[in-house]
């Protein structure tokens, strides 16, 4: 739970799934993060091996994020939280 636990990382997770994305990317899909948390999530899940981080020597520099193997491992899971969430909220509607 240190991993992915949190308010973001498992967002971030969902949104990397089987994409390549850059910083600004991810930051319009998840729009209510702050540029300072989301910066420090990524560097978390790096850190822990959940997400790749590639620089590309250009100018400006390019800087892609991607799921590793090891969160691939989590997506089950993060569906599962998914769905449960959708028929919460479809619950909390009747």
Not at 20 to 48: A, N, V, Y
Not at 49 to 62: D, I, Q
Request: net charge positive; glycine share 6%; charged share 30%.
């Amino acid at each position: 739970m240190n991993v992915i636990g949190g308010k973001w990382k498992i967002i971030i997770l969902y949104h990397l799934r089987g994409s390549i994305l850059r910083f600004g990317e991810l930051k319009k899909r998840i729009p209510h993060i702050t540029q300072k948390m989301l910066t420090q999530q990524l560097r978390e899940l790096e850190r822990d091996g959940l997400v790749k981080r590639t620089v590309y020597p250009e100018v400006p520099p390019r800087v892609e994020y991607q799921s590793t193997y090891l969160s691939d491992e989590l997506r089950p899971i993060i569906d599962m939280l998914c769905d449960w969430g959708e028929r919460q909220q479809a619950e909390s509607k009747l």
